[in-house]
């Protein structure tokens, strides 16, 4: 749909918060944050219709919403959200990893929803007042960020069914420590034999409805003891596409690296276009095409596969180490982290942290 322009700098009004949380309570939060539990003291709020465009953007104390219950989103689910990581550099720096990769693939997700984009500036400059407002909410733990959740949702009041004319963008953040709760050295999955996207679906999307659709499997997953859920294709079921929230890459013998390609049912990773590039740079090959559960199986189990990795912004580079499904089950090589896994991370986390040489312009300083 339509974007009426918003002019630019983009003001943010400040609302003064009257009781943040006390230093001596979060600094135990920060000391074990976990993953998604605790929220910091502000939040950016940003609205829109279609007769002002982009208005009222603000810095405010994290609170609850107030909605219609008539509003859009909780009748027709027009939502959509991204997730990304603020970090503490080396030199004691703040700086956000692509956000504006990040903003294109919210304007991609929204175009898909029939929502507003918005600008690419307004994007990181939300994201940025934010981090600012709460730059004392880093953990402390070994390798802690701040995760940012940007979101938006359709707020107009209405039964019809029409795209809404009215949305609120926000950003909150939340102290984030190990993605998995398990400690282990290399994940487990289950095969599903449900389905994540179809053809001509939302699968490229990130909406909400995807993940709603993923927590059945997950659990069926978590029940059984593994870590992680993963999907194969609609059509066919027998194709590899992604996890519940992570893209795949295979590692060979000889060196080279396999990933599912992009074609509408899978979300295109920020991360894993990074793994891409880094990979490729090191003189690796890496090919973006299909790879089946069986092949998968038989490439392992004979040692022409040596490693599997999965990769996203919450949980950057996780090896895998064993795969299950109701038919079948193996292990991938010895089933703990491969060199070329540990690599590969080590790599990437370094110029997210600003250790090492950012040859891209991947970083985005804040401070």
């Not at 919403?65 to 027709?76: E, F, K, M, S, T």
């Not at 030199?91 to 304007?107: H, V, W």
């Not at 809404?164 to 984030?176: D, E, G, N, T, W």
């Not at 013998?253 to 880094?278: C, F, M, Q």
Request: glycine share 10%; aromatic share 10%.
């Amino acid at each position: 749909m339509a974007t009426p322009v918003t002019a630019a700098p983009f003001d943010f009004a400040k609302v003064p918060h009257r009781a943040p949380m006390a230093p001596a309570a979060r600094a135990e939060i920060l000391a074990n944050p976990g993953f998604g539990t605790t929220f910091s003291d502000h939040m950016v709020s940003v609205l829109y219709d279609e007769a002002q465009g982009w208005h009222g953007a603000e810095v405010r104390p994290y609170g609850a919403i107030a909605l219609d219950p008539a509003a859009a989103v909780l009748h027709y689910a027009q939502e959509i959200f991204e997730g990304l990581k603020a970090y503490r550099l080396a030199d004691g720096g703040i700086a956000l990893f692509r956000p504006e990769a990040n903003a294109a693939r919210f304007n991609a997700s929204a175009e898909r929803l029939a929502m507003p984009t918005i600008p690419e500036g307004l994007f990181v400059k939300a994201v940025e007042e934010l981090v600012k407002a709460d730059k004392d909410w880093f953990p402390t733990v070994e390798g802690g960020s701040l995760y940012l959740r940007p979101f938006m949702f359709a707020s107009e009041a209405f039964l019809g069914v029409r795209p809404s004319k009215q949305y609120r963008f926000l950003v909150i953040a939340s102290p984030a420590g190990n993605y998995f709760k398990s400690g282990a050295p290399a994940v487990s999955l289950w095969v599903s034999d449900y389905s994540r996207a179809a053809p001509g679906g939302t699968g490229a999307a990130k909406c909400g409805g995807n993940y709603a659709a993923s927590l059945v499997p997950t659990a069926e997953a978590f029940s059984r003891g593994h870590d992680q859920v993963l999907f194969l294709d609609a059509v066919e079921r027998q194709w590899i596409e992604e996890l519940g929230g992570m893209n795949l890459f295979f590692v060979f013998a000889d060196g080279s690296l396999v990933t599912p390609p992009l074609g509408g049912t899978i979300l295109p990773g920020i991360t894993r276009e990074s793994l891409i590039k880094l990979a490729r740079e090191e003189g690796l090959t890496v090919r973006e095409e299909r790879y089946s559960l069986a092949q998968w199986q038989a490439d392992a189990n004979s040692g022409a596969l040596t490693e599997t990795f999965a990769c996203g912004t919450a949980a950057v580079v996780t090896p895998v180490g064993k795969v299950t499904s109701e038919r079948e089950s193996f292990t991938i090589g010895s089933g703990g982290p491969g060199q070329l896994t540990q690599k590969l991370r080590q790599r990437l986390v370094s110029i997210q942290r600003g250790e090492a040489a950012d040859s891209h312009g991947w970083v985005h300083r804040i401070a």
